[in-house]
C-alpha cells in the first residue's frame, strides 16, 4: 500500500472541497497551506515520507495562488537533498472561468514536481467532449496534464460540479493506484 498525500491552497473553499474528493480517492491525507502560505514542521515531514504527492490550488490570474507559489519556493529546501525524487506527482486547479488559463498552473505544477525528479501522472480521462455532454460528466473540461476543475464565480462551495467531484475521485484514485504499482 503506497501513501498519498494531497497538499492544496484554497482561497475560498472551492479548491478544499475537490481537495477532498482527490484525498477520498485516493485514501490520502490532507495538508492545506495556510493563508499565509505556510505549513508546519509535521506536514514537511509527512510530505516527505509520502509515496505520492499531489498538489491543489486555485488559478488565480493565470497561475497558482501566491500561497502555493510560496510553498513551491520553500521546496528547494527538499530538492538541494533530492529528497522527493522518484516520488509520484499529480495535481489540479480550479477557477471560475472554463478555461481560465488553469492548464498554466497544471504546467507549473508539473514542473515543480520534474524538478524534484518526480513521476508526473495525467488525468487518464478522455473528455466529454459531445454536445450533450454537461458538468455532470467526468472531465467536462477536457483536461489531460491533470485535473480541472470549474467553480462559477457566483457559485457557493456545495455547488461544484458533480462531474468535477467525480473526476476528483477518479484521479486521485489513480495517482494512488500508480504509485502503489510502482511501490510494487
Do not use: C
Not at 485514501?27 to 498538489?55: M, V
Not at 501566491?66 to 533530492?82: E, L, N
Amino acid at each position: 500500500m503506497s501513501q498519498t498525500v494531497v497538499i492544496y491552497h484554497s482561497g475560498y473553499g472551492h479548491t478544499e472541497v475537490v481537495a477532498r474528493q482527490v484525498a477520498e480517492g485516493a485514501g490520502a491525507a490532507l495538508i492545506a497551506i495556510s493563508p499565509e502560505g505556510d505549513i508546519t514542521e509535521a506536514d514537511w515531514a509527512a510530505l516527505g515520507a509520502a509515496d505520492a504527492i499531489i498538489f491543489g490550488a486555485p488559478t488565480y490570474m493565470g497561475s497558482a495562488s501566491w500561497q502555493f507559489k510560496k510553498f513551491s519556493d520553500a521546496t528547494s529546501k527538499v530538492w538541494f537533498t533530492r529528497g522527493w525524487e522518484d516520488k509520484v506527482f499529480g495535481g489540479f486547479t480550479n477557477s471560475a472561468s472554463p478555461s481560465g488559463d488553469k492548464q498554466v498552473t497544471l504546467i507549473q505544477m508539473q514542473t515543480l514536481a520534474s524538478q524534484h525528479g518526480g513521476i508526473w501522472v495525467s488525468l487518464g480521462l478522455a473528455p466529454s467532449n459531445a454536445k450533450a455532454s454537461g458538468p455532470a460528466d467526468l472531465n467536462n473540461l477536457g483536461g489531460s496534464v491533470g485535473l480541472l476543475v470549474r467553480s462559477p464565480s457566483d457559485a457557493s462551495v456545495d455547488e461544484v460540479h458533480s462531474g468535477d467531484l467525480a473526476s476528483a475521485r477518479h484521479y486521485g484514485a489513480r495517482v494512488a493506484g500508480i504509485a502503489a504499482k510502482l511501490k510494487g
